[in-house]
T-cell receptor, first 109, second 117 residues
Framework: GQNIDQPTEMTATEGAIVQINCTYQTSGFNGLFWYQQHAGEAPTFLSYNVLDGLEEKGRFSSFLSRSKGYSYLLLKELQMKDSASYLCAVKDSNYQLIWGAGTKLIIKP | GAVVSQHPSWVICKSGTSVKIECRSLDFQATTMFWYRQFPKQSLMLMATSNEGSKATYEQGVEKDKFLINHASLTLSTLTVTSAHPEDSSFYIC?????????????FGPGTRLTVL
């Protein structure tokens, strides 16, 4: 079966750094996406990785290791507005997007 | 770029009525649109995938006669919840992609919150 694993919930402090991990077992791999979803709102696209390595985009970075079936989203200089759920999704060999359950990130002052 | 709109943003209806939700890609042509449902504190559940001009592909367990999807143009897809019941109350979200292939990103509409009384 296909599976995406993320921690259910994480807590971090404003101004700090947090790393949200995602491991996957899918039939094939055609890219990994990270989305942010605030409560009651739709997801917004954050990043896309298809090759190994780190993609940096402002305060957010995403890393991929295809051999390990592993990715992480790194959030720096945390702000209160970063409190949200972060969804990891993998595109399989059929280009179907397989979604993780999301990680709820709580930022404390 | 890549803006997707949905209308209405929320709707309250009586049990047994039908509700239509529109999803539009505003600044690109969406060859493929997706419809999701999300219950409180749960992950996204893909309901169906629709390509312009063809019948939607429904996920297992989703009743195609209850959730009618029409993708009549490259910028518009509609989801009609027929004979809605309280258990259909949920957050319905559409997304759209501009093409096919491994670099395609889904851009989401703002969602429609449906409450069936």
């Amino acid at each position: 079966g296909q599976n995406i694993d993320q921690p259910t919930e994480m807590t971090a402090t404003e101004g700090a750094i947090v790393q949200i991990n995602c491991t996957y077992q899918t039939s094939g791999f055609n890219g990994l996406f990270w989305y942010q979803q605030h409560a009651g709102e739709a997801p917004t696209f954050l990043s896309y990785n298809v090759l190994d390595g780190l993609e940096e985009k402002g305060r957010f970075s995403s890393f991929l290791s295809r051999s390990k079936g592993y990715s992480y989203l790194l959030l720096k200089e945390l702000q209160m507005k970063d409190s949200a759920s972060y969804l990891c999704a993998v595109k399989d060999s059929n280009y179907q997007l397989i979604w993780g359950a999301g990680t709820k990130l709580i930022i404390k002052p | 770029g890549a803006v997707v709109s949905q209308h209405p943003s929320w709707v309250i209806c009586k049990s047994g009525t039908s509700v239509k939700i529109e999803c539009r890609s505003l600044d690109f042509q969406a060859t493929t649109m997706f419809w999701y449902r999300q219950f409180p504190k749960q992950s996204l559940m893909l309901m169906a995938t629709s390509n312009e001009g063809s019948k939607a592909t429904y996920e297992q367990g989703v009743e195609k006669d209850k959730f009618l999807i029409n993708h009549a143009s490259l910028t518009l897809s509609t989801l009609t919840v027929t004979s809605a019941h309280p258990e259909d109350s949920s957050f319905y979200i559409c997304s759209a992609t501009a093409g096919t292939g491994d670099a395609d990103t889904q851009y989401f509409g703002p969602g429609t919150r449906l409450t069936v009384l």
